[in-house]
């Protein structure tokens, strides 16, 4: 009785443990599942990702391939624009050659405006705009960094406005002092030219004028002006005076009167309108005048070098 008692005891143990071991090993297959199936699902997660980073990594290349292309047209640009110019005006050159000649019926005007940049400047640019017309400024330093006008505001930064809005820009000497030994001799002349040529340059981004008008016209320089144009040719500046004006470099003293002066110098195929940028009544008759000029059959355009009105 008691031998088969012990054996049922140890039996017993046999199969427990037997169970036991087959619980664990159970319990550790289980978790050796799952922990394979989690590992799985991360690795997909990373490959995922992975993808993820080289459609990105991809992307950001094509992105940089496309900046370095624009880059590379915007290099062009400035070699475009200066072909373009070449182009335009060699056009008008050739059709006031037609006109000069009878064979078009065409008239040109060349809307200049002298003295400045001032911050009035911006007024006239504006009514040019409202019109699509381009002129010509013809520029001095007497104005110095804060416009004379508004010290406030910083009139350097019209050099980069006149081009902006398809404007030329030409030189009226650095001091404009007519009065003040501009006129003292060829050099001293010459210098203020020379000196506006480096405001102009610097304040526009590089911008080259080559057509200089005499503060108060080429008379003013009396008996130099002859040296003085020798020099401005052996420096290859054009220069020119004004075919037509409405007076306001002189004493104007009101609308009707520089209505009156305008419209009765407007008489030539060609014309050189001389205006003043600083003068009030200048603009206020400046929408009538552009359209007085368009109405009459003249297209308005900005001067160039090669114009047959520039003298050389
Ligand atoms: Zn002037």
């Not at 094509?62 to 290099?75: H, K």
């Not at 064979?103 to 005007?109: D, E, F, M, P, Q």
């Not at 080259?208 to 008379?219: C, K, L, Q």
């Amino acid at each position: 009785m008691e031998n088969k008692g012990r054996r049922n005891k140890k039996s017993f143990a046999v199969i427990s443990l037997l169970l036991i071991v087959c619980i664990l090993s159970f319990v550790g297959s289980a978790i050796l599942y799952f922990k394979n199936r989690n590992m799985k699902a991360e690795i997909k997660r990373l490959e995922k990702n992975n993808a993820d980073k080289n459609e990105e990594v991809e992307l950001y290349k094509r992105d940089i391939e496309n900046l370095e292309e624009a880059n590379l047209e915007l290099s062009k640009i400035d070699e475009n624009i200066e072909s373009l110019k070449k182009e335009y005006f060699s056009n008008i050159k050739t059709l006031e050659d037609k006109i000069l000649d009878g064979s078009s019926n065409k008239k040109i005007a060349y809307l200049t405006f002298d003295d400045g940049p001032y911050y009035n400047t911006y007024k006239f640019l504006d009514i040019l705009d409202k019109y699509g017309v381009n002129a010509t400024f013809f520029t001095t330093s007497i104005n110095g960094e804060y416009c004379f006008d508004n010290r406030s505001q910083n009139c350097l930064l019209l050099y980069k406005e006149y081009l902006k809005r398809g404007h030329t820009i030409a030189n009226h000497t650095y001091t404009h002092g007519i009065w003040k030994g501009l006129y003292s001799s060829v050099e001293s002349f010459i210098t203020g030219v020379k000196g506006q040529e480096e405001v102009v340059k610097e304040y526009s981004g590089g911008y080259v004028t080559n057509i200089v008008r005499f503060p108060g016209g080429s008379a003013t320089a009396r008996g130099l002006k002859n040296g003085i144009i020798e020099e401005l040719r052996k420096n290859n500046y054009g220069w020119v005076d004004w075919t037509a004006q409405d007076g306001d470099g002189g004493n104007l003293t009101s609308k009707e009167e520089a209505w009156y002066n305008f419209t009765s110098t407007i008489n030539e195929k060609i014309e050189v309108v001389l205006f003043h940028d600083y003068n009030n009544i200048t603009l206020s008759i400046l929408p009538d005048a552009i359209e007085y000029l368009q109405n009459n059959g003249y297209i308005l355009l900005p001067l160039f070098y090669e114009s047959n009105m520039i003298n050389k």
